[in-house]
């Protein structure tokens, strides 16, 4: 490696903060001669090394640091190096290891490199001119460490073209189905690795998902249910049937929820909420809430192919009696809700006060509301100039998803767009509340799974932005 980079004096430090990106602004002038691709030593304008990194001259970002300090080549070794470092992560805190994050570009320090496991198979994102060169190198190492049945590539991402680089798609080794079945928090889920978005899966929501447990019981109260004791010999045939539980041979007495005119409540999930999950994809909050006893879901995502998989894996799962799709675009369905709605209340009110009503004029909608509003969508900022629209975006999309939820109810919101900063994301929430008339109590701040570590000072990284609120209205207090 002879080639170096020198940098300017004037640049800011961010490279000694840990962040791996050189931008060609930077950089001063360069010693030596290097292909695209090729390794080359990064000093300061004293000439200090700093890193190491591959050098892109087409790339806005010239340089990527893969090391802190000298580095030969990036060979077979080391990349087994690095991968087996990332396996040692994933088994320390990720449950079943085996459907995971497995290597998480600069926060594994392999930029421009993204692999997810699924079961026997993985999926390779190559992002980056620098680690294309090295899909030989690459494929190898993760055949050794990994011993996986098949290998599949995605790099069917726009971000290429940045590099030079053309989209690709296909198959690198062995064999892989096209879809895969895979185990998140108890729960079956089928993955598209060819046609779904991204590499098939999103693991950086699988501890956000978990995290909705309390929310989805608790609610039977609410429609005057409660335990009593009563003769096990009283209790309807139903309830032992909807449990697969036998009635107890000596009778006795036992407790169980009744309705507020006595009856025995047969149906097992009384106690669960309702649910709207939006942009569902393949619907793994659905699944989840399901899993977490919710009485009723509503499964929403403006994509057919999205729909029929998540069809598919909640009859996979056995929740098929809880679970409605609705193909639909969420901006349109929620907006179209929260106007029936308020018409409703609208006319409620009116008849109340012994008014006139024009019941010629369809309300236009059912007008629903649930316990809990999911909303989990794709990131509305791809670009830094963008995210002064995605903020109106995420404020308009909050502000008619908290008029649909019930008094006291949950609303679970989320952005992926790491050009929307937290602050940029709560405080279009917070416009929404007030906008429409809420108050929010925050229950829960939440970043990306623990596959998707973050190296402290590189904000790109640090994208994902989830929050759980309680929704009362101001009246309310």
């Not at 036992?254 to 006595?262: E, F, L």
């Not at 909303?375 to 002064?388: I, N, Q, Y």
């Given at each position: 490696m002879g080639a170096e980079v020198i940098l300017n004096a004037s640049r800011r430090k961010r490279l000694e903060a840990g962040h791996p990106w050189i931008f060609a602004n930077e950089i001063e002038r360069m010693e030596g001669e290097a292909e695209p691709g090729d390794l080359v030593a990064v000093r300061d304008h004293r000439g200090r090394l700093l890193a190491t990194g591959y050098w892109n001259p087409?790339?806005?970002?010239?340089?990527?640091?893969?090391a802190f300090g000298p580095l030969e080549r990036m060979d077979r070794a080391f990349f087994v190096k690095r991968f087996e470092a990332c396996r040692r992560h994933r088994e320390r805190f990720v449950e079943h290891p085996r459907d995971c994050r497995l290597v998480y570009g600069e926060a594994d320090f392999l930029p421009g490199l993204i692999v997810d496991r699924f079961g026997g198979v993985l999926v390779v994102q190559i992002l980056t001119l620098g680690m294309d060169v090295r899909r030989l190198e690459i494929v190898e190492a993760l055949k050794e460490v990994f011993q996986p049945d098949g290998i599949y590539e995605r790099s069917d991402v726009p971000v290429r073209k940045l590099e030079g680089l053309e989209e690709r798609t296909g198959l690198l080794y062995g064999e892989c189905p096209e879809t895969v079945v895979i185990v998140e928090n108890g729960i079956e889920l089928e993955v598209d690795i060819v046609n779904g978005q991204k590499t098939g899966h999103f693991y950086d929501q699988r501890e956000n998902r978990a995290a909705i447990a309390p929310l989805m019981t608790g609610w039977g109260a609410r429609s005057g249910i409660r335990y009593e004791e009563r003769d096990a010999l009283d209790v309807p045939d139903?309830?032992?049937a909807l449990r697969g539980i036998g009635r107890p041979d000596?009778?006795?007495?036992?407790?169980?929820?009744?309705?507020?005119?006595?009856?025995?409540?047969?149906?097992?999930?009384?106690?669960?909420?309702?649910?709207?999950?939006?942009?569902?994809?393949?619907g793994s909050f659905t699944l989840h809430a399901c899993r977490y006893g919710a009485k009723k879901v509503t499964c929403l995502d403006v994509?057919?192919?999205a729909i029929e998989t998540a069809r598919r894996n909640v009859q996979r799962n056995g929740f098929e009696d809880r679970v409605e799709f609705v193909v639909a675009d969420a901006f349109d369905y929620l907006r179209g809700q929260a106007k029936a709605l308020e018409e409703r209340v609208r006319r409620a009110l009116a008849a109340k006060e012994g008014k006139k009503i024009d019941t010629s004029v369809p309300i236009g909608g059912e007008g629903r509301t649930w316990d809990v509003v999911i909303?989990?969508?794709?990131?509305?900022?791809?670009?830094?100039?963008?995210?002064?629209n995605a903020v109106r975006g995420y404020k308009d999309i909050n502000l008619h998803a908290m008029k649909l939820v019930n008094e006291g109810g949950y609303l679970v919101t989320a952005s992926c767009s790491y050009h929307v900063?937290?602050?940029?994301?709560?405080?279009?929430i917070a416009d929404a509340a007030k906008d429409a008339g809420k108050l929010l109590r925050l229950i829960e701040w939440r970043t990306q799974a623990k596959d998707h570590p973050q190296i402290l000072g590189v904000q790109e990284g640090q994208y994902l932005k989830f929050a759980i609120f309680e929704v009362r209205s101001r009246a309310s207090i």
């Open positions: 087409h790339s806005q970002i010239a340089v990527r640091a893969v139903d309830y032992f000596d009778g006795g007495r036992m407790r169980v929820p009744v309705n507020a005119n006595g009856r025995v409540v047969t149906y097992p999930h009384w106690d669960g909420a309702t649910v709207l999950e939006c942009f569902a994809h393949t994509s057919e192919h909303l989990d969508p794709p990131a509305f900022a791809k670009t830094r100039s963008a995210a002064e900063s937290p602050e940029m994301f709560l405080g279009a």
